[in-house]
């Protein structure tokens, strides 16, 4: 049983991992952690795209602080699931010196994407710089740095929605759903993608 949704010429059913209202009350929890932190200080927030996408429109409509809100973009070479070669592109980023600044991105899974980001948005000295993550897969990091927040602990499966693609599809499912490997494995040989 699961929500049906269309991958490549075929109908799957996603198996719902989180759903709707357990995203909302997860969101509005990190809400209050952030209210708690730095009370009525302005904050920027900069997020990570195009994963953090869903999960910044949802938090800062939260937030009752004064928000500034900066995009850097992150990719790294893949087909699908497979993690490859950073590239950031951050030459929008606000001036960020002395500022408390909060980094989110959709899902901390090697930890490569964020401890990256985070090193390089400490070399612009802001006042502080916190880390929130959607998803906290456990057990894959290879790196020396925790978000500061989680939102939901997952277990290790490729998972899609709320902001989170598989080849660029599913960002805008308003959950988070679990693709099997074998409709994954079925996608591919559609298409003729090699991994
Ligand atoms: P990291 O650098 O922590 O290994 O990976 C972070 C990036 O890998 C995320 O921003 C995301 O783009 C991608 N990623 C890792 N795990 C998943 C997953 O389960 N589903 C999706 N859709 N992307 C993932
Ligand atoms: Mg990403």
């Known amino acids: 049983m699961g929500h049906p949704v269309t991958l490549g010429n075929d109908e799957i059913a996603m198996k719902v991992l989180i759903n709707q209202e357990e995203i909302d009350r997860g969101i509005a929890r990190l809400a209050s952690q952030l209210h708690e932190r730095y009370g009525k200080e302005p904050l920027t927030i900069v997020a990570i795209m195009t994963g953090s996408l869903v999960m910044l429109a949802d938090l800062i409509r939260s937030l009752e602080m004064p928000i500034r809100i900066s995009l850097i973009r992150a990719t790294s070479y893949r087909g699908g699931m497979t993690s ?39 070399r612009q000295q802001p006042r502080s710089l916190r880390t929130a993550v959607f998803l906290n897969k456990r057990g894959n990091s290879v790196v020396h740095q925790e978000p500061d927040y989680s939102v939901f602990e997952i277990p290790n499966e490729f998972v899609v929605g709320y902001g989170l693609d598989y080849d660029d599809l599913h960002r805008n499912l308003p959950y988070v759903g679990v ?14 993608l090699s991994k």
């Open 84 to 122: 490859g070669e950073l590239t950031i592109e951050d030459s929008d980023m606000l001036d960020i010196r002395g500022r408390d600044v909060l980094l989110i991105d959709d899902i901390f899974d090697t930890g490569k994407t964020l401890a990256e980001v985070t090193r390089r948005l400490e």
């Open 179 to 192: 693709l099997e490997e074998a409709d994954i494995a079925a996608h591919r040989r559609q298409f003729g």
